[in-house]
């Protein structure tokens, strides 16, 4: 089992920064990667960024590349996601996941935060 937990969203401007993140208990290393998934009101859940559990290997998808990094706290089990120059459009609940592949697809992750809600405005 893991549990991850959010923590850091909030309201800021748009051109503004906020840094969530994501604790992680439990057998975490049993998984391979953690990823950083996204979902506005109305659209699907989609990926945002993606570390592996060691903290070795990152990957930002394209649409967020130069805005967006990932990175860990090895002694906290903590992995962050630093966003900054948002845009109203990276308004959206955001939630870390852990899951073995190497993916940003939702369903090749088996646990689940809660989420954090973050808003930018214009």
């Known amino acids: 089992q893991v549990q991850l937990v959010e923590s850091g969203g909030g309201s800021v401007q748009a051109g503004g920064s906020l840094k969530l993140a994501c604790v992680a208990s439990g057998n975490i290393y049993s998984m391979n990667y953690i990823g950083w998934f996204r979902q506005a009101p109305g659209k699907q859940r989609e990926g945002a960024a993606l570390?592996?559990?060691?903290?070795?290997?990152?990957h930002i998808p394209g649409s967020n590349e130069g805005r967006f990094t990932v990175s860990k706290d090895s002694a906290t089990d903590t992995y962050y996601l630093q966003m900054t120059s948002l845009k109203p459009e990276d308004t959206a609940m955001y939630f870390c996941?852990?899951?073995?592949?190497?993916?940003?697809?939702?369903?090749?992750?088996?646990?689940w935060g809660q989420g954090t809600q973050v808003t930018v405005s214009s």
């Open positions: 570390i592996s559990t060691h903290g070795m290997h990152t």
């Open positions: 996941a852990a899951g073995r592949d190497f993916s940003v697809r939702p369903e090749d992750f088996a646990y």
